[in-house]
């Protein structure tokens, strides 16, 4: 069961935050919901929102602006956390980009993550299952966003499962991790030497193996460092849905960079783009 | 001089960082200033946000949402720090509610605060001054708002200038220090015992000595803790307004606390404010 630790009253509605036993991370998950004020009177749409590295659930609550769109559109905004946490959890104390914060939602395979670290599961059927029962959210009306690590998480979880969200949207997704330095060492860490296992995670190779949604939306900012530095790789993104068929809107915006100060300038129109797809 | 740090691009304007030597405050200063899309192609007015006990120039550019609505209206919002920093200034390592981050914008007279904590001329004056010659600013056209010990500096800075801002508002403002457990042990720590000096710093005693602006806006959590605490003491400004014919408007909000989400969701409603009055 989930425990209610904290709530906020924000834009008319409230932000709360939960903590639960999880099944499949073996140990306590903390994560926030914000209810928009229409959940006080009716079941709403959620839209799930996965941040990126070194982030926790308070991240993009506190930093994206996104609550006021939320309360305007009427939709809940689901902050999971990016891993498992707790004394008990495997952590790499000296790297910010492998263990705790940096669970890069998939399902480990090998010691000493294995036990812990099973976000995809935990954000694609754990999570949506125990929120969908205790609060007011219509079943099964969700779509799902994220940023950096997060935006990653968001397209491979819209790719794996297309009948489970109605659509997706990214910020400077890490589109090829298994072409880039950080994916590369997560996914040997958490999943081991095979590659062929890797590509389940990777949203660019599962295009190119046949995964479709209907749209991708992504935004990039131009000056981003990490873009520079070849970590995220929406060329290779874009190459593969040009080859499969798949449509993708990749806007390019010059001058920002991978904060969360880029975020909140388009997270209106993203949350706008959900809005559109979550109607019943 | 002052020396720019950190650009970042928001809203299609730009979320810049300065250094600068104070004179008043014998130490370098660090301020934030948002420069709306507006700025690029003619000058604006400014938006001054004094923040509360504790935090710096960054925590209301990162949390209060401000950007989105001064884009919107072509205001540069205005972020000081809210104390001296340095090695060489005065602190009190104990406490987070005197010395660095508790500058309470006052102008201390007493050691070993005297040499650096001088907030009230800072920026009130030198602030001003220092950034209406640098920046694309409409020089002498501001307002000023802020929360709690911020909310006391925007309240007596306008009290104190009323000619200097055309309009001022205040989140959960500590509105009668003198009366109250932070502004008693702020006000002898800086101001020393005599509690006429202190009185010159108190929004309350202002208005009840005479001091007038045209209108004070203040929005007020309900659940507000340390309105709970009487620290803020909303209703002693309420009675010298009303004893000396002082136009306020005082919002309760039912349900709301002291934290940045509730900032968030009433800014965009005193940015508009502000921008009624800031109009040439």
């Known amino acids: 069961m989930m425990k209610q630790i904290e709530s906020i009253k924000e834009f008319g509605g409230y932000l709360n935050r939960y903590t639960h036993d999880s099944d499949c991370c073996h140990c306590e998950m903390i994560f926030s919901v914000y209810l928009p004020p229409q959940a006080l009177k009716t079941k709403v749409p959620a839209l799930y929102w996965l941040s990126g590295l070194t982030c926790t659930d308070d991240n993009a609550r506190t930093k994206a602006g996104m609550q006021r769109y939320a309360a305007q559109h009427g939709i809940a905004l689901i902050f999971p956390d990016t891993s498992p946490r707790g004394v008990n959890v495997a952590d790499n104390s000296d790297r910010y980009d492998l263990g705790k914060g940096a669970g890069f939602y998939v399902n480990s395979i090998i010691n000493p993550w294995q036990k812990h670290y099973q976000m995809y599961d935990y954000v694609t059927k754990e999570l949506p299952a125990l929120i969908e029962l205790n609060l007011p959210l219509l079943p099964g009306i969700k779509s799902i966003s994220g940023h950096s690590m997060g935006g990653h998480g968001a397209l491979i979880c819209a790719l794996k499962n297309p009948q489970s969200y109605r659509s997706v949207s990214a910020f400077s997704p890490i589109c090829n991790p298994t072409e880039s330095d950080w994916g590369k060492d997560c996914f040997s860490a958490y999943l081991g030497d095979d590659q062929t296992t890797w590509q389940a995670y990777d949203a660019t190779c599962l295009i ?73």
Chains 1, 2 share one sequence.
């Not at 479709?212 to 981003?224: F, P, S, T």
């Not at 798949?246 to 949350?271: T, W």
């Open 208 to 280: 190119e193996s046949g995964s479709k949604v209907n749209e991708i939306l992504i935004d990039q900012g131009i000056a981003d460092e990490f873009y520079d530095d070849g970590q995220l790789l929406p060329e290779n993104l874009i190459e593969a849905c040009k080859q499969n068929g798949q449509k993708i809107n990749l806007r390019m915006q010059e001058g920002y960079d991978h904060s969360y100060h880029f975020i909140a300038s388009f997270i209106g129109e993203h949350i706008a783009y959900h809005t559109e797809a979550l109607k019943i």
